[in-house]
Nanobody, 114 residues
Framework: QVQLVESGGGLVQPGGSLKLSCAASETIFSINTMGWYRQTPGKQRELVALTNIGGTNYADSVKGRFTISRDNAKNTVYLQMNNLKPEDTAVYYC?????????WGQGTQVTVSS
């Protein structure tokens, strides 16, 4: 089973930036959907951004601030997060969808606080 390993989370002040990375343990093709969700305590996991060969999709709350990208040669997806706000505080999960199933990373904490 494919493993997804996230990195890059941490503590940042409002207005700051972070870049998350997610590396897959197997070959990922551009037709496969990869992306990021986030979750805060007591709330459902919500979409942040997704990308596949058809394009990208962002949550309205992050449009203009976050950018998703991928390097298929490295089987890696990234999330560049700029102008971070306290409401962006959450555990961020990497997501992969292939024809044979969907997979999640273990999550990485992002905390935006002064």
């Amino acid at each position: 089973q494919v493993q997804l390993v996230e990195s890059g989370g941490g503590l940042v002040q409002p207005g700051g930036s972070l870049k998350l990375s997610c590396a897959a343990s197997e070959t990922i093709f551009s037709i496969n959907t990869m992306g990021w969700y986030r979750q805060t305590p007591g709330k459902q996991r919500e979409l942040v951004a997704l990308t596949n060969i058809g394009g990208t999709n962002y949550a309205d709350s992050v449009k203009g601030r976050f950018t998703i990208s991928r390097d298929n040669a490295k089987n890696t997806v990234y999330l560049q997060m700029n102008n971070l706000k306290p409401e962006d505080t959450a555990v961020y999960y990497c997501y992969l969808r292939r024809s044979i199933g969907s997979y999640w990373g273990q999550g990485t904490q992002v905390t935006v606080s002064s």
